[in-house]
């Protein structure tokens, strides 16, 4: 009996979007006003989504408390209040968009939730602007 | 052509967390506040997934009101303004975790919706933790 | 590395519910209030969901200033403060349901974006009733 | 000792903005698409508030029950599934802007609430254009 | 220069709307199914507005780490995951409708914060039902 | 017959909390992870209202799409997509508090929305955290 448990949490960060890899003229015509050099921010929603079999002893995919303890400890407090290509170490070479951040979190927490269980995220840039990602 | 039609609705009720064959502090153990004897309770919010083909006479997978009927007569009477541990017979045997409630649900509509429709629930019991459940 | 880029709009539009084929008595069976001949209307919430690879070099599925141009150009421009009945020719013949609202913009964006993206869209007719469609 | 008690419940319908004692041209010139001849619609949110003393056996500064009551029969059912410029008189030659539909919600509820109440409405016509009408 | 802070945050609880000075016939003619003796609940939004002078040196009206630390130390540990009526002692004898928590929880607040600020709370029961109360 | 127009818009930026006659380390103290040297940002929602009397005319406070253009002109424009410490110039020497952001809001838009209106401004830095500013 599989079910899919999610957990909404948010952090508040700083970023740009740049390609390191191009000069400043090519990333503006690309990029817009959000390869701003002076950095542009957001206060982005992520869901993380765990899907297994239900503990028939406990009633629960995962226990929550513990999800939130793993998504606060290895993603909220690496990402919020921080300047995302400056501070946070997988973007130095990458580009912090919707997508790439998604991926960033769900290669961290692939780790940390037990392989028994599928895992994806959605991540809101904006209300109006997210992305799923599910490790295919 | 298929399409999914979703609805909507919302209940409020008491509820704590514990596995009737654990005493109480192995249950406050696992489950912390949520397994206050007292009681704590949660406005959730269901949303039922219809998927199936359009009929092209109506333009309807289902028709909503329909839909809307069946989980009023059969999910929200017997849940709303109810304590689930107490006065919903399910859960006499069973923990009203938010994964248990969303099986309840989806199998008392699965029932009364026609074996041609697939049938999923999401349950949120707050709008941070949530819950999906597709019958598999 | 495929992730889905999502893109929620809206657009604000009369409509009715009516199959033309039937008589007035009995689109009102049918429908209910919802087949009122003078009208009634919604704020539509549309998320266009595009599936695809990153490209390496932007980060991106594909572009959301694209994509929303794409939607604005194609389906917010003719959708937007119109009478789907009487101003949008596809519900000529077609009841304005949202499954079938949701099929016909399908059907526009699939034309304008890349085939090597699979695409699906959820149309909320209100918060509380919403259809997905992924053009299978 | 005072307090506000408020409700919050929605309607759906259609409209255009027009002037009656102006013609066609002046209406598109100053309404624009809000004035398409043909009508568009919104989902409305409406929000009634109601301020006076708390009643001590009962808690309430008035009981929601009774104040949903009266909003669903002589707001809800005259609006709601109705097209306001042809099927509700208030706006036979009244605009139906976000203004004056609250204020004609105001002055019904008005005579529906003890007059020992204060009232105030807030009507979302999106949630991005909202109104406050206080009767003053 | 006066503005207002906002915070928001929330909270779980069981509770049943009752007198304590009616019998349960009473109770339930005048709440119906909110005096289920055996209890239902809610998810609490609570908003805390602040009014007064920003100070130069930080450009706040009140830290707001503070207001949190406040809101959560009296009132968020005192409600969150309770049953109202059994083990929050302001309700022994006062009902606990959403116009009295209000009431409880600027008393509380009111003696923890600065009397040059100017104090209301908003308390959402549900996102349809919701209370302010500024302490006239 | 006065009325309150309400218009809700949001914008992206970047920012740091500071009071630039204070050392980092005082800034640290007092600010906490807001003061982050490198920056963090939010997804701004802003409301403007607008209170005067209904042109009978137009039904109108005043023309949304009129107030629309002036926010979108005079403050959207002005702080979208920027570092508010670094590219607002009223902000080199001024915290961009909540408070001090809608403050500087509203003193922008007094100049340009005529003074037969009142005005009043909520920003919201998160769901969360919010200000109200009417210039008092």
Redesign the interface.
Known sequence: ??????????F????R?M?PAWDEKRNAE?????S?P??????YDLVV?VTGD?DP?????MD??ILKEITDQFVIQKF????LN??VEEFRL???????I??VIWNILREKIDSRFSLSVVLYE????????SG?
């Open positions: 009996m599989k079910a899919t448990a999610c957990r909404k949490t948010h508040n960060a700083a970023h979007l390609n690309i990029f817009g006003v959000c701003n002076n950095f542009h921010g957001h206060n989504k239900i002893d406990t009633g629960y995919v929550m408390k919020d209040h921080k300047n400056i501070e990458l580009n912090p968009t919707a997508e790439n998604a991926i904006t209300e109006r602007n997210f992305v799923e990602f295919n």
